[in-house]
C-alpha cells in the first residue's frame, strides 16, 4: 500500500463549479498535511496545510481532514481557469519530519 | 525573505557522467529536501538533513547518488556515475523545526534542476 494515495485523473469541471480532490494516507501518526499545486514545468507551491480534524478555509480554498478515516480532500469552490495544475496531498510524519507526497491529481477547468 | 535557491536551472549530460546540484535553503530552516520528480510522478524524496546530520536516506541509490550539507547550510547533491533512468527533475525544500512538539512546519521548494541524462 502507498502512503500517499490520490487519483492521478485529469480531473475536469467546468469554470464555476467546485473542485473536490481527495487523498488517502497509510500511516496513522500522521502529523501534518499539506496540499500544494504545481503547474507544468514549475514547482509545487503550498496552498492549505491543515493539522485538526475537520475544515480549514483560506479564500476559495477548503482542506478537510478525518483522521479516523485516514483522508485529506481540498475543495477549490468557483473553479477558474487558471486552478488548471496537478495537485499534490503531502503528508508530515515522524520524529524527523518526513514529508511524502502522493503523484498528484491533475485538474482541468473548463472554460 | 529570499526562497530556496537551487542552480543549475537545467543540465544535460551524457550517460556515465557526474553531474552536481547545489541548493542554499531559507534562511533559518534546519531541516532541507532533496526530491526526485520524475516527469508525471509525485516528488520522491531522496534524502532529508537536519541541520547536517542525515535523518532519512532509504530511497537514495547510493551507489551512485550522494549528498552533504557541510555546516548546516548549504547542500549539493551528486550522481556518479549517471544513468538514463535519472532523467528528472531534483528539487531542493527546506522547512524550520517544530517546537513543543508541534510539527506545523512547511516545506517550500526553490525552483528545480531539470536533468536530462542521453
Known amino acids: 500500500q502507498k502512503e500517499v494515495e490520490q487519483n492521478s485523473g485529469p480531473l475536469s469541471v467546468p469554470e464555476g463549479a467546485i473542485a473536490s480532490l481527495n487523498c488517502t494516507y497509510s500511516?496513522?501518526?500522521?502529523?501534518?498535511f499539506f496540499w500544494y499545486r504545481q503547474y507544468s514545468g514549475k514547482s509545487p507551491e503550498l496552498i492549505m496545510s491543515?493539522?485538526?480534524?475537520g475544515d480549514k478555509e483560506d479564500g476559495r480554498f477548503t482542506a478537510q481532514l478525518n483522521k479516523a478515516s485516514q483522508y485529506v480532500s481540498l475543495l477549490i469552490r468557483d473553479s477558474q481557469p487558471s486552478d488548471s495544475a496537478t495537485y499534490l496531498c503531502?503528508?508530515?510524519?515522524?520524529?524527523?519530519?518526513?514529508?511524502?507526497f502522493g503523484t498528484g491529481t491533475k485538474l482541468q477547468v473548463i472554460p | 525573505e529570499a526562497g530556496v535557491a537551487q542552480s543549475p536551472r537545467y543540465k544535460i549530460i551524457e550517460k556515465r557522467q557526474s553531474v552536481a546540484f547545489w541548493c542554499n535553503p531559507i534562511?533559518?530552516?534546519?531541516?532541507l529536501y532533496w526530491y526526485q520528480q520524475i516527469l508525471g510522478q509525485g516528488p520522491k524524496l531522496l534524502i532529508q538533513?537536519?541541520?547536517?546530520?542525515?535523518?532519512?536516506d532509504s530511497q537514495l541509490p547510493k551507489d551512485r547518488f550522494s549528498a552533504e550539507r557541510l555546516k548546516g547550510v548549504d547542500s549539493t547533491l551528486k550522481i556518479q556515475p549517471a544513468k538514463l533512468e535519472d532523467s528528472a527533475v531534483y528539487l531542493c525544500?527546506?522547512?524550520?523545526?517544530?517546537?513543543?512538539?508541534?510539527?506545523?512546519?512547511?516545506?517550500?521548494f526553490g525552483q528545480g534542476t531539470r536533468l536530462t541524462v542521453v
Open positions: 491543515i493539522y485538526s480534524n
Open positions: 534562511s533559518g530552516h534546519a531541516t
Open positions: 503531502a503528508i508530515l510524519s515522524g520524529g524527523y519530519q518526513k514529508v511524502t
Open positions: 525544500a527546506s522547512s524550520r523545526t517544530g517546537t513543543g512538539g508541534r510539527w506545523n512546519t512547511e516545506a517550500f
Open positions: 500511516d496513522r501518526v500522521s502529523q501534518s
Open positions: 538533513f537536519q541541520n547536517n546530520g542525515v535523518v532519512d
